[in-house]
């Protein structure tokens, strides 16, 4: 796989690990339309790269990645056509995320929200910067959580904890995200990518075909609620993305923005 750069996603090879980073800094990697779907057709891409073995994911900047985009959502809100499409492609990030038969690190290099979260927890392995955080506030702006943290919070922290986490959407500082199981360990910042990197080496180096299908045997819990939870968490969220309180959540956020 030749190096892929767009916009928003830049996929670099360095020996058999492909560095995966979303490139929209100065948003804090929010999602753009383009990052979306490049999110969405990655990990397809990955798969059929025969010169890979891993794969570290990471944003660039001080953010991971804020998950939604404000102007985006509006969109959502009113051309359904275009929120039936971010609906599909949600659905291809988060199973070609569990079956990508590459191992994946993300490099949680700053402030995971949102699908941000969704897309640390649906790796393999998780490093977070020991002064960052996690969180997933969809239901604060009155949005089901369907797009990855209904799926696969209940089978890291069990049910009890991962209501908490979705009803209320609070941050969980790196320390109780170790602590949690959401991420394997706490990295000071100006060390998390070469230690992801090192760590991408290593697996890397597994034999292939061992460590491929371990991950594939381990991912068949996921693929159980793949097929008994997304599709109806998804649709309840699309269903979500036109309703009163997320119109009016929105137009709030974005009139105190406004007045800043």
Not at 139 to 151: E, I
Request: proline residues 5%; charged residues 25%; aromatic residues 2%.
């Amino acid at each position: 796989m030749a190096d892929l750069v767009e916009t928003d996603l830049v996929v670099t090879a360095v020996g058999p690990v492909r560095l995966v980073e979303l490139n929209r800094p100065e948003q804090l990697n929010s999602m753009s339309e383009r990052l979306h779907t490049s999110l969405a057709s990655v990990w397809d891409e990955l798969a059929a790269d025969p010169g890979a073995r891993a794969v570290v994911l990471t944003g660039r900047g001080r953010a991971f990645s804020a998950g939604g985009n404000f102007d985006i959502m509006t969109r959502v809100q009113r051309d359904s056509a275009f929120r039936q499409q971010n609906v599909d492609e949600a659905r291809r990030i988060i199973t070609g995320m569990v079956r990508c038969p590459l191992p994946v690190i993300s490099a949680v290099n700053g402030p995971a929200v949102g699908l941000g979260c969704s897309l640390a927890l649906l790796s393999d392995l998780v490093l977070i910067a020991d002064d960052t955080y996690l969180a997933d506030p969809h239901v604060q702006v009155g949005l089901v959580a369907g797009d990855g943290g209904a799926l696969v919070l209940p089978l890291l922290v069990g049910l009890t904890r991962a209501k908490e986490l979705l009803f209320l959407g609070e941050r969980v500082s790196a320390e109780d995200a170790v602590r949690l199981g959401v991420a394997n360990r706490a990295v000071p910042r100006d060390k998390l990518l070469d230690e992801a990197m090192d760590l991408a080496g290593r697996l890397a180096a597994l034999p292939a075909q061992a460590l491929r299908e371990t991950k594939r045997a381990v991912n068949l819990h996921l693929e159980q609620a793949l097929a008994t939870v997304l599709e109806p968490a998804l649709l309840a969220e699309r269903d979500s993305m036109h309703a009163p309180d997320h119109i009016a959540a929105v137009e709030k956020i974005i009139a105190a923005r406004g007045r800043r």
